[in-house]
């Protein structure tokens, strides 16, 4: 599906050159991927969902799925599936509205239930966005 944001492939939107879009909730952030990497700094991860640092050196502490690697100085590197837990951990915060006890209990027993639930979420909200354009190009 091709719209405002670009090319839509199994649930992600990729416009060209290459761009991550991050939807969660009502916020939404658009960030250039052409020069992929592989690790991320705790800053670019904050920035990524305009959050503190410190909510994501608590989340290490309170979420054993969120264990970014480190370097001898302490630096943390955070990968993919680290950005992945995050989203997890916001999704199930600000959408289904968990407590962190909650959302430990969720990512502890049903992780693939709630990146399903996280990927339908997008998905909708993609859609939604997408009619709105379409409302809004027809002059409704």
């Known amino acids: 599906m091709i719209g405002d944001w670009?090319?839509?492939i199994g649930g992600s939107?990729?416009?060209f050159?290459?761009?991550l879009k991050v939807e969660i909730g009502s916020f939404l952030k658009v960030y250039d991927m052409a020069q992929e990497k592989?690790?991320?700094s705790i800053r670019e991860v904050a920035d990524m969902f305009d959050i503190n640092q410190s909510?994501?050196?608590f989340w290490e502490k309170e979420f054993k799925q969120l264990k970014p690697k480190?370097?001898?100085k302490g630096t943390r590197f955070y990968t993919k599936k680290d950005i992945q837990v995050v989203k997890q951990i916001l999704f199930l915060i600000n959408n289904q509205k968990l407590t962190l006890e909650g959302v430990k209990m969720r990512?502890?027993?049903k992780k693939d239930v709630?990146?399903?639930q996280q990927e339908l979420a997008e998905r909708l909200t993609n859609i939604r966005n997408e009619l709105k354009g379409l409302i809004k190009q027809l002059g409704g």
């Open 6 to 8: 670009g090319l839509v």
């Open 13 to 15: 939107e990729l416009l």
């Open 17 to 19: 050159p290459v761009f």
């Open 38 to 40: 592989l690790y991320y």
């Open 55 to 57: 909510n994501l050196r």
């Open 70 to 72: 480190r370097n001898d």
């Open 107 to 109: 990512l502890n027993d």
């Open 114 to 116: 709630v990146e399903k």
